[in-house]
């Protein structure tokens, strides 16, 4: 874990020390800002545990932070612009804080979190570009948070440790990208993930991920897609792990707004022993159609069968439906997914698991400085590693919230956010509901 940061000090310093040096005192300062945040919580099941079992708590945070970016600011708000990379040789943007937070009731819960981004980039010529990326997050939160790159926000990953104890994530991403033609790239990216975490039940885990990946387009309309994954894990307790998954797409396009693909995908994980080795299968075809400039959509249908060494093979549909509407006021998104999905690297390690998830999200710009939000998800998971009284665990869990935050002043926000989930399992000892309010001020410079 230090040498990974270690790396991410320095690519950050290489990236950013150009900057510096051509920058007057004034500009310098542009690219830092600093930020604070109080909180406060209540939330009546802390723990995500079966009624008779739920502890309630209100939970305050201070936490302070800072942004580091070489993007420009807008004029109106002070915030950091998202300019095209190509306009830039080099860049970076950088978030990170720390957040002390206070139990009123359990102190023995008390912890300090940490939230921190990275995305730096630096053309070494024209077309060959060099980016780093890192996440990095310490919290208690039962759920974690989603941390891939695809993921929409409000999606969860299925695993979840058994009570509040700190956990940490850090996930270090470095890529190289290639140009050699208009659509043409070659990329190389690499992942090292590590999760760690004080739960008794928990497991430790470290993720390296290597990934080339190539995009050719014959001419306008045809073009091809190849992808190959190593992936490498080791485990705390359970058995280590060495994947292979090889993908490849083939797309029409018909015009600048609609495309149809085929895809073929195929996974090989091979456990040390006793693990039980298995092989996936999952053929797709999928259209992506641009219906305005601000809506967009794409719809993905297949079938996989997973193959284990040892037991009953499992398939069934695949999908993947995204709609996204992004105007000046509004913005929406609806997501729906079902297939499966592989949770190795989390609290539970839960392993290959069938799923089915719909996600949607509104946000408004109800006034000039005043945004409103709805949202709401509901999933669906069976759990191939989880058996309990001769039965595999499904879960069922939905939630609904809804978010409003007001500007006051250029530099203070107000927030309040609401949100209730519950989970019907067929395993008792993993129901629970759960109601949580959050009441937000931030200032910034």
């Known amino acids: 874990m230090k040498r990974i940061k270690g790396l991410v000090v320095v690519c950050s310093l290489m990236v950013i020390f150009p900057t510096i040096v051509q920058a007057g005192a004034d500009e310098f300062l542009s690219f830092f800002k600093p930020y604070i945040t109080f909180q406060e919580v209540y939330d009546n099941n802390i723990d995500l545990t079966p009624n008779p079992l739920r502890r309630g708590d209100f939970i305050t945070t201070i936490t302070p932070g800072i942004r580091i970016s070489t993007q420009p600011r807008s004029p109106v708000t002070g915030e950091f612009l998202q300019a095209p990379t190509a306009e830039r040789r080099y860049g970076i943007d950088l978030d990170f804080n720390a957040g002390f937070n206070?139990?009123?009731?359990?102190?023995?819960?008390?912890?300090?979190?940490?939230?921190?981004?990275?995305?730096?980039?630096?053309?070494?010529?024209?077309?060959?570009?060099?980016?780093?990326?890192?996440?990095?997050?310490?919290?208690?939160?039962?759920?974690e948070p989603d941390y891939s790159s695809t993921a929409i926000p409000g999606q969860y990953l299925p695993s979840r440790t058994l009570n509040r104890v700190p956990w940490i994530r850090n996930v270090f991403e470095p890529s190289l990208e290639y140009k050699f033609g208009r659509e043409n790239v070659f990329a190389f990216n690499y992942r090292n993930n590590v999760y760690d975490t004080q739960s008794?039940?928990?497991?430790?885990?470290?993720?390296?991920?290597?990934?080339?990946?190539?995009?050719?387009?014959?001419?306008?309309?045809?073009?091809?897609?190849?992808?190959?994954?190593?992936?490498?894990?080791?485990?705390?307790?359970?058995?280590?792990?060495?994947?292979n998954m090889v993908r490849g797409r083939y797309t029409y396009r018909f015009n600048p707004r609609t495309s149809i693909f085929g895809e073929y995908t195929q996974l090989w994980r091979n456990f040390d022993p006793p693990g039980i080795d298995y092989i996936v299968y999952n053929p797709s075809i999928g259209i992506e159609h641009t219906f305005s400039p601000t809506l967009g959509g794409r719809l993905q249908v297949g079938y996989y069968r997973a193959d284990p060494q040892k037991g009953s093979a499992v398939d069934g549909p695949f999908y993947d439906f995204l709609l996204t509407q992004r105007a000046q006021?509004?913005?929406?998104?609806?997501?729906?997914?079902?297939?499966?999905?592989?949770?190795?690297?989390?609290?539970?390690n839960r392993g290959f698991t069938q799923y089915h998830r719909v996600i949607g999200r509104i946000n408004h710009q109800l006034l000039r400085d005043m945004r409103v939000g709805l949202f709401s998800s509901y999933e669906w998971y069976k759990y191939a590693e989880s058996t309990i009284l001769g039965r595999r665990q499904i879960d069922q869990i939905w939630t609904i919230g809804a978010n409003a935050s007001y500007q006051l002043f250029k530099w203070l926000t107000?927030?309040?956010?609401?949100?209730h989930s519950e989970n019907h399992s067929n395993i008792d000892s993993a129901d629970y509901s759960d109601y949580r309010g959050t009441f937000r001020v931030t200032a910034t410079y």
């Open 200 to 243: 008794r039940t928990g497991e430790d885990s470290m993720e390296n991920y290597i990934n080339p990946r190539i995009n050719y387009w014959f001419d306008i309309r045809n073009g091809v897609s190849l992808e190959y994954g190593l992936d490498l894990g080791n485990f705390q307790r359970s058995p280590d792990l060495v994947g």
């Open 329 to 348: 006021r509004t913005t929406y998104t609806l997501s729906l997914q079902g297939g499966y999905e592989e949770n190795f690297f989390t609290a539970e």
């Open 102 to 143: 206070f139990y009123a009731k359990y102190h023995e819960d008390n912890y300090i979190s940490l939230n921190g981004s990275l995305n730096a980039w630096y053309a070494l010529t024209q077309n060959l570009n060099f980016r780093v990326r890192d996440y990095l997050i310490r919290s208690d939160d039962i759920r």
């Open 414 to 419: 107000l927030s309040l956010e609401f949100n």
